[in-house]
Each structure stands twice: as C-alpha cells, then as structure tokens.
C-alpha cells in the first residue's frame, strides 16, 4: 500500500512544480519581448523578466526553509500555456492583433501562478511555514500586479489597435 501522502507533500510537490514553471516563463519573456510591438508591452515583458528571477530567488529560499534541494518538477499545463503564446506569436506576426494576443497569452500565464502562488501560501499558512507564506505572499502581489499592468495595456492600446484595424476592414 502506498505511503500516505500529507499537506507537507503536496506543498513540496507544488513548490516543484512553480519552481519549473517560473524558470520556463523566464525563457520565455525575451520572445514575448522580442515579438512585441508596443514599447510599453516590451518595457513591462522585460521588468517581468526581472522580477520573475527574483521570484526564482524566493523559491530558492523557500527550498532552503524545507532544507530541501530547489529542483523543478515538469509542468505541463505551463508548457502547454507557453505552447499557445507562441502559436500567438507565429500566427499574429505582423498584423495589429499581435499585442493583444501576447497580453491574452501572458495573462493565461499570470493566472496560473495566482492561482499557485494562492494555494501555496494558504497551505505554508496552514502548515505553520511564516516565512514561506510572507515570501509566497510577495509574489503573489506581484504577479497580480502584473495582471492588472497587462489589462490596462490591453484595454488603453492593444485591444484598441487590433479593433480598428478590424472595423476597418469591415466597412470596407
């Protein structure tokens, strides 16, 4: 029979997967920054580039506070996320819908580590790990606030650009 398998488990087992999946996401930042089109979206996919070490970092620290080694687990829903923005990329090249379909692919991205980075820090709550949670919670702002950065991109400049050149071809 198998051994039974705790919070304790399941929070290391995640902390893998994250920990992959961050280091994915920050190969794949200099492409979405490349393919950009707006300045702004290339500034903010390269800060994101930035901070997304710095939250490799805090993983690391967190696998020290578990005196466990920092080793990735293979994420396929990242993989599969990271899949679909480069299928965005090579389909939308050149056309004006382009930036609206990196910040759709981005937010795809923003939204699985909310949602990781939420549990993580409710379960390092519940198991009495402070530190981790403090550290979890860190990224957790960060990466909403990155979410909220891509809308506001979205809705002031990409949407609106992909739109009117569509209207356009409508009225046409």
């Given at each position: 029979?198998?051994a039974?398998?705790?919070?304790?488990d399941?929070?290391?087992?995640t902390?893998k997967?994250i920990?992959y999946?961050?280091k994915?996401i920050?190969?794949?930042?200099?492409?979405?920054?490349k393919a950009?089109?707006?300045p702004?979206?290339?500034?903010?996919?390269e800060?994101h580039m930035a901070e997304?070490?710095g939250?490799?970092?805090?993983?690391?620290q967190?696998?020290?506070?578990?005196?466990?080694?920092?080793?990735g687990?293979?994420?396929?829903?990242i993989?599969?996320?990271?899949e679909?923005?480069?299928?965005?990329?090579?389909?939308?090249?050149?056309?004006?819908?382009?930036?609206?379909?990196?910040i759709?692919a981005?937010q795809a991205?923003e939204?699985?580590?909310?949602?990781?980075y939420?549990t993580?820090k409710?379960w390092?709550?519940?198991l009495g790990m402070?530190?981790?949670?403090n550290?979890?919670?860190?990224?957790l702002?960060e990466?909403?606030?990155?979410d909220?950065?891509l809308?506001?991109?979205?809705?002031?400049?990409?949407?609106?650009n992909a739109?009117?050149?569509?209207?356009?071809?409508?009225?046409?």
């Amino acid at each position: 029979m198998a051994a039974d398998k705790t919070l304790d488990d399941l929070f290391l087992d995640t902390l893998k997967d994250i920990y992959y999946a961050e280091k994915q996401i920050v190969k794949a930042l200099p492409k979405m920054a490349k393919a950009a089109q707006s300045p702004d979206l290339k500034a903010g996919f390269e800060a994101h580039m930035a901070e997304t070490e710095g939250q490799i970092d805090r993983l690391e620290q967190i696998f020290e506070l578990l005196d466990k080694p920092a080793r990735g687990k293979t994420c396929d829903a990242i993989l599969g996320i990271l899949e679909e923005g480069k299928s965005i990329m090579d389909e939308f090249k050149g056309t004006s819908a382009l930036d609206a379909g990196l910040i759709s692919a981005a937010q795809a991205v923003e939204h699985y580590e909310m949602a990781r980075y939420g549990t993580l820090k409710s379960w390092a709550t519940q198991l009495g790990m402070t530190e981790a949670a403090n550290l979890l919670d860190a990224t957790l702002q960060e990466e909403t606030a990155t979410d909220q950065k891509l809308s506001q991109l979205g809705e002031s400049q990409a949407n609106l650009n992909a739109k009117g050149k569509s209207n356009k071809a409508k009225a046409a």
